[in-house]
């Protein structure tokens, strides 16, 4: 069974343009967590997706970022017009049962 | 609300000796705890997990954790530590109160065995 799969693993965008994560859950997860790491800290959590819905989006910034998890396909977290304080590390977590978390590796976003 | 406090930031042990990496937690009703490991450049990798039951939980590479409610703590322990353990450990809480899914983190103790 495949781990969570994440791509980009690195991410270089300048400041406004858009930044698209992927993340594929582990087969027969239906939960997807994402996650933002900066520098020397702790994961912050920031939205909670099962199939389709939104469940939690109290970590998420009010503006210029949006997750979806669709029927079919990757979770995807979309970054709009990024600023410097958006470089990070994003995480996606998937789950089959809300209890264990699997993280993916990653993506390395940097705004330049 | 829901917090976790990892008072360490870096922990230094020699190699063969046991480890303790120290967590302490606050939610308001009974909590979730997780610890997981991240070596450089990549993500968390799942320890072990506190759910119910006995208060001594075992996890992978022969870590294991003790759920102490009076003290709000679940410290991470192993009994002969590897210079491979060198990583850095995260402490994980969430409330068991349904429709809360996040997990909150500590802020991450570095662990260095010396060989």
């Known amino acids: 069974n495949a781990g969570v799969m994440q791509n980009p693993r690195h991410l270089v965008r300048r400041r406004g343009q858009e930044a698209r994560l992927r993340c594929s859950p582990m087969?027969?997860?239906?939960?997807v967590y994402w996650y933002r790491q900066l520098p020397e800290e702790g994961l912050k959590f920031m939205v909670y997706?099962?199939?389709?819905?939104?469940?939690?989006e109290s970590g998420m910034p009010k503006e210029r970022f949006s997750a979806e998890f669709p029927k079919e396909g990757p979770s995807i977290l979309r970054i709009q017009q990024v600023v410097r304080g958006d470089s990070a590390a994003y995480f996606c977590?998937?789950?089959?049962?809300?209890?264990?978390?699997?993280f993916g590796p990653g993506t390395r976003l940097t705004v330049t | 609300a829901q917090s976790v406090a990892q008072p360490e930031d870096q922990v230094n042990v020699a190699e063969g000796n046991p480890l303790t990496v120290k967590c302490t937690y606050s939610?308001?009703?009974?909590?979730?705890l997780f610890w997981y490991v991240q070596y450089p450049n990549r993500g968390l990798q799942f320890l072990l997990k506190?759910?119910?039951?006995?208060?001594l939980v075992k996890g992978s590479y022969g870590f294991e954790a003790e759920f102490n409610k009076s003290q709000t703590s679940f410290h991470l322990k192993k009994p002969s530590a590897l210079v491979s353990d060198s990583a850095l450990y995260f402490c994980?809480?969430?409330?068991?109160?349904?429709?809360?899914?996040?997990?909150?983190f500590g802020t991450g103790t570095r662990l260095t065995i010396i060989p």
């Open positions: 977590a998937s789950s089959p049962d809300r209890y264990e978390q699997y």
């Open positions: 087969k027969g997860h239906s939960h």
């Open positions: 997706l099962q199939k389709e819905n939104i469940i939690d």
């Open positions: 939610v308001s009703g009974n909590p979730y």
């Open positions: 506190y759910i119910t039951g006995d208060n």
């Open positions: 994980a809480v969430r409330d068991k109160d349904f429709g809360n899914e996040k997990l909150t």
